[in-house]
């Protein structure tokens, strides 16, 4: 299968910790390994609050309904877990069910 990955931290404090972008990419990586699922595009973003643009959010959003990415299954990592509403979370999992795409989330503190 082939997956999308996505990673998102809320700060500069936490891209220079141990919840970098990179490390929770790793982790995807890891998940995806794992589970015979081949990487085919990254998408990420730093930052939270007003000022906050989820660009690399959107982006993967846009490619997936817009048919530019051709995937199974998102895999998405966050340290804040992204959509911490059952509204935002059952919004986009509709949004990706009809477009035949899975979802997992993985948490910073989740073990592989």
Same mark, same amino acid.
């Given at each position: 299968m082939k997956a999308a990955i996505y990673a998102r931290t809320k700060t500069i404090k936490q891209?220079?910790?141990s919840e970098s $972008?990179?490390?929770l990419m790793c982790k995807i990586?890891?998940?995806c390994a794992e589970n015979n699922l081949t990487v085919k595009k990254r998408y990420t973003d730093i930052g939270e609050g007003q000022g906050?643009?989820?660009s690399g959010f959107n982006? $993967?959003?846009n490619d997936l309904e817009n048919g530019n990415l051709k995937v199974n299954i998102l895999v998405i990592a966050t340290t804040d877990k992204y959509t911490n509403t059952l509204m935002k979370a059952a919004e986009l999992v509709q949004?990706?069910?009809a477009k035949k795409i899975q979802l997992k989330f993985i948490?910073?503190?989740e073990e592989i």
């Amino acid at each position: 299968m082939k997956a999308a990955i996505y990673a998102r931290t809320k700060t500069i404090k936490q891209f220079n910790k141990s919840e970098s $972008v990179e490390k929770l990419m790793c982790k995807i990586e890891s998940y995806c390994a794992e589970n015979n699922l081949t990487v085919k595009k990254r998408y990420t973003d730093i930052g939270e609050g007003q000022g906050y643009d989820p660009s690399g959010f959107n982006l $993967v959003l846009n490619d997936l309904e817009n048919g530019n990415l051709k995937v199974n299954i998102l895999v998405i990592a966050t340290t804040d877990k992204y959509t911490n509403t059952l509204m935002k979370a059952a919004e986009l999992v509709q949004r990706l069910r009809a477009k035949k795409i899975q979802l997992k989330f993985i948490s910073s503190d989740e073990e592989i």
